[in-house]
């Protein structure tokens, strides 16, 4: 009796272990794997299933998004400038068989193609287009990256650039470039605001030159802005009609007018009229 009692105890222990070997419980982000025999016969789960123990092996595959930093990069970009690059890859699983039997790893697969290819592709750029173009190099790293990782089961949804670090000496000689660029645009802008002033005080003046009340008032309105301060400023206000006759006076008369006799003012035309005035004398 007790050797029988004690085959039953051990029957029902192996027979309890090996149903528990077959309960297998898979969450919502993961999926199982069923190897029987060596051979694989699909991904199963989520939630509760049971396969043969001894028989048949489960290998657990993760399809959550994977956040995986890229190690910092020495790159020499296409202007022979060395900088210094790292960057961040997200990828999830959407073919777990593929995953498991295509490559061993498949999270170290992508993470060592992913530097190579950020190496190929960011040598390939100018360092201004590398900080300018930012996005666009972003989605041709992902595109590249995720056609080499699509035979594995793997998706490669984002790949972006996050810091480059450039020589200090680089950096002093991109700022004196943005200063120059600076000090430019401000004498662009004020050589154009001359202009214009210069267009506009322009036209005022036709517009004054026209009409000679208007600049009167105007004259007066800047005596009354003068008087409006505290100061001592005399003002003497002139006509502009004297300064007109002054440059009427300061013109040369020309020859013969207002009654002047030509021959006081030309000495041919007196040399004349002398040997005119001899010969009916003789």
């Known amino acids: ?63 959550r998004t994977i956040t995986m930093d890229i190690p910092p990069q020495d790159i020499i970009t296409k202007d022979n400038v060395t900088v210094r690059v790292n960057a961040v890859t997200y990828f999830n699983v959407v073919d777990p068989n593929r995953s498991v039997v295509a490559i061993e790893d498949h999270i170290k697969g992508t993470s060592q193609i992913a530097q190579t290819t950020l190496r190929s592709i960011l040598g390939q750029v100018d360092l201004d287009e590398l900080l300018v173009n930012r996005d666009e190099i972003n989605q041709r790293l992902q595109r590249i990256i995720d056609d080499v990782t699509n035979p594995w089961g793997v998706k490669v949804t984002l790949v972006e650039v996050k810091d480059v670090e450039l020589p200090e000496a680089m950096r002093r000689a991109m700022a004196r470039q943005a200063e120059a660029e600076r000090d430019r645009r401000a004498k662009v802008i004020h050589a154009k605001g001359e202009y214009e002033a210069a267009e506009t005080l322009a036209d005022a003046a036709d517009r004054l030159e026209g009409h000679p009340a ?69």
């Open 1 to 63: 009796m007790d050797t029988g009692l004690i085959g039953i105890i051990i029957g029902a222990a192996v027979l309890l272990m090996l149903l528990m070997a077959s309960v297998k419980i898979v969450p919502e982000y993961e999926r199982g794997v069923i190897f029987r025999l060596g051979r694989i016969i699909g991904a199963k789960g989520p939630g509760l299933f049971f396969i043969i123990p001894v028989v048949d092996r489960m290998i657990r595959v993760s399809l």
């Open 214 to 282: 208007a600049l009167h008032l105007r004259i007066l309105s800047t005596m009354a802005e003068i008087s409006a301060e505290r100061n001592s400023t005399l003002i003497f206000p002139l006509p502009m009609e004297i300064f007109r006759l002054v440059d009427m006076l300061r013109q040369p008369q020309p020859p013969g007018q207002y009654g002047e006799d030509v021959t006081h003012s030309n000495p041919a035309c007196a040399l004349r009229r002398e040997h005119s005035l001899t010969a009916r004398g003789g």
